[in-house]
């Protein structure tokens, strides 16, 4: 059976590690990256290195590929100075339409492009639920980047590509937003933040990998897809449950001053902690997609415990 050719778009990172985990021992990988020379290529992964600005050899690895995934932009993690949400609009764009064009000029364009958008899309909602079909996208800075991000990317003229946009949820596993709640449960402030009820749309590292690859395993998915678990739950019942499966008995309750001060501070959007994500996955449901866990206490108790191993975790059930 001939091996299937992936080129991933900001490989490096917290997603494309495990991407990379999963996938490359029954395929051959092609890591696009501006820091080739911090890798070197292991057995079935190779890293090119590439400037969304310049157009060069890099899109060659884009011609023949069975599967494009663009997972680059700068980390929102950062100061919100003018230069840095400059930044965070840019490297998305840019990145998007660099690989747009090399597909463009592909002899043998990629048959799927996967590209990374987000949940936070979506307006604050407490009231109900959004999915693709009737949920209620705002604007403020981050939603306004989502807009942008996905616009450029269905305006790409890729007639022979099929192309679906993933509006991922928090994404839990080691080295994502996790590990700060969980230093924070463990000194004490693991209670809940804000009024607690808001959203927390979220989802198991293992589950994105196996979204990604059922996505691209069923060609007639095409388009916008929320990603993320069925089951928000609020901030408060979160935090609870983070707290249990940690084994911490309490956790302080953070009040809104409190963090809207902090994020004054650190020059952060509180929103980031205080908006109520409420997102479900209508399309990737009603595709036949199985969650592997999809209640918060499972998920959480499985990351917890698996945590120093899990960039060489067995990942075959995703994978045949």
């Known amino acids: 059976m001939s091996r299937s ?7 490096t990172g917290f997603i494309g590690k495990f991407l990379l ?3 490359s021992s029954r395929h051959d990988i092609i890591v696009l990256t501006r820091q080739q020379k911090k890798y070197r290529t292991q ?27 663009n997972l ?23 990145a998007t339409a660099a ?22 899309i979506y307006r604050h909602a407490e ?80 589950d994105l990998v196996g979204i990604m690859y059922w996505i691209w395993k069923h060609p007639k998915m095409e388009g916008i897809f929320n990603c993320c678990s069925p089951n928000a739950v609020s901030n408060n019942h979160f935090m609870q449950t983070l707290r249990k499966a940690a084994g911490i008995p309490f956790g302080i309750p953070m009040p809104e001053p409190f963090i809207r001060m902090g994020a004054l501070l650190i020059g952060t959007s509180p929103e980031l902690v205080l908006k109520s994500r409420w997102v479900v996955p209508t399309r990737l449901l009603q595709s036949g997609f ?25 990942m075959g059930c995703y994978i045949n």
Request: proline share 3%; net charge neutral.
């Open 5 to 11: 050719r992936i080129v991933i778009a900001g490989g």
């Open 21 to 23: 985990n999963a996938w």
């Open 43 to 69: 057995g079935s992964v190779r890293y090119v290195s590439w400037d969304p600005q310049r157009d060069g050899d890099w899109m060659q690895a884009i011609d023949g590929a069975d599967l494009l995934i």
């Open 72 to 94: 680059t932009g700068k980390s929102v993690n950062c100061r919100y100075t003018e230069k840095n949400r400059e930044a965070i609009l840019q490297s998305r764009i840019q």
């Open 99 to 120: 690989l747009g064009r090399a597909i463009k000029q592909a002899a043998i364009p990629p048959a799927c492009w996967i590209n990374a958008s987000s949940a936070t």
């Open 127 to 206: 009231d109900h639920a959004q999915d693709e079909y009737t949920g209620e996208t705002g604007h403020d800075f981050s939603m306004d980047v989502c807009h942008a991000w996905e616009r450029c990317f269905f305006e790409q003229d890729t007639a022979l590509t099929r192309k679906v946009a993933l509006r991922i949820g928090i994404t839990l596993g080691a080295g994502s937003a996790l590990d700060t709640l969980l230093r924070l449960a463990k000194a004490g402030l693991g209670g809940r933040q804000g009024s607690g009820r808001q959203k927390v749309t979220w989802i198991h590292y293992l």
């Open 290 to 314: 199985v969650f592997r866990y999809p209640q918060l206490q499972q998920a959480l108790e499985d990351i917890i415990d698996t945590m120093p191993l899990q960039q060489n975790r067995d």
